[in-house]
């Protein structure tokens, strides 16, 4: 797996990329859909807004894709601004041509959420499986809702979230805890794992701390990043301050590495 830093504006670093691997599948493969893993969050509106941009001046058309959702809230009504169904519509469905068919987001709602999480899974394998899942991490290194201690076997479920992802996620609630579900469906890591690419961004100070213990732990449980360890095509993306922690011999070959060629676009280290 690439732990990289970028050097230019990570969401339109990110969007580019989807774009450029949407393309080279869709030319091997012209018959199939390209179907895509697509998360939500502070972290990826930025990229989402690029995304649009793309459709928006004839650069990227969609109508190709297939796209898979990480998660959802349970018990929050698609309509609340905060569920993520919500978040999609505001940040990408609204502004490009993917069909409402080929947008799949959980049924936080379900009343049956392991008959909800059954048909997921089966979802996703009937479409071929994910070409390229796209996530953003949690402050305690959680990805999609897979709080510590999941399973990098798991499948998706339903769980439990942590004072710590309610307290992270209060912002986009008012600041008040008491709104933040309880519990989300979220994707398994061993779903994420079985994608034939995963880019996980990494932005901001509030995740330095997840970063840097990706960078000097085996995999491990406790946190759920270091499952990236176990992929073959995982990259890690960081912006400077989610880089501010790094253990000093991976600082210093970033550095060296922005010395010697200062316009490169990111700096990849492969790990
Ligand atoms: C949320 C989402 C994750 C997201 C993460 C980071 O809880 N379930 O999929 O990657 O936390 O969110 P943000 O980008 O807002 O920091």
Not at 243 to 268: G, M, V
Request: hydrophobic share 40%; proline share 6%.
């Amino acid at each position: 797996m690439k732990l990289a830093l970028a050097n230019i504006n990570l969401g339109l670093w990110a969007a580019a990329y989807i774009k450029q691997t949407a393309e080279s599948f869709l030319s091997a493969h012209p018959q199939e859909p390209f179907t895509l893993g697509l998360p939500t969050g502070g972290t990826v509106t930025d990229m989402y807004a690029n995304l649009r941009l793309f459709y928006q001046t004839g650069a990227l058309d969609f109508s190709p894709f297939v796209t898979f959702n990480m998660d959802e809230y349970a018990n929050l009504l698609p309509a609340h601004p905060q569920s993520y169904h919500s978040y999609m519509q505001r940040h990408l469905f609204s502004g490009v041509n993917i069909a409402p068919q080929n947008r799949h987001i959980l049924d936080g709602m379900a009343t049956d959420p392991q008959a909800e999480c059954a048909a997921y899974e089966a979802a996703i394998r009937q479409a071929g499986g994910i070409q390229l899942f796209v996530g953003g991490v949690g402050r305690n290194g959680h990805l999609a809702f897979n709080e510590p201690g999941s399973p990098f076997t798991s499948r998706t479920r339903k769980v439990e979230l942590t004072q710590d992802t309610r307290e992270a996620n209060a912002r986009f609630f008012g600041h008040r805890l008491d709104k933040v579900p309880t519990h989300a469906l979220t994707i398994g890591l061993g779903t994420l794992l079985d994608a034939q690419e995963i880019l996980i961004l990494a932005v901001g100070k509030q995740k330095a701390q997840a970063v840097s213990t990706f960078t000097q732990s085996e995999p491990t449980v406790s946190c759920p990043l270091t499952a990236l360890k176990l992929h073959p095509n995982a990259m890690l993306l960081m912006d400077a301050q989610a880089a501010s922690l790094l253990p000093k011999d991976l600082k210093k070959y970033f550095d060296d590495l922005q010395t010697k060629n200062p316009e490169a676009a990111i700096y990849c280290l492969e790990l």
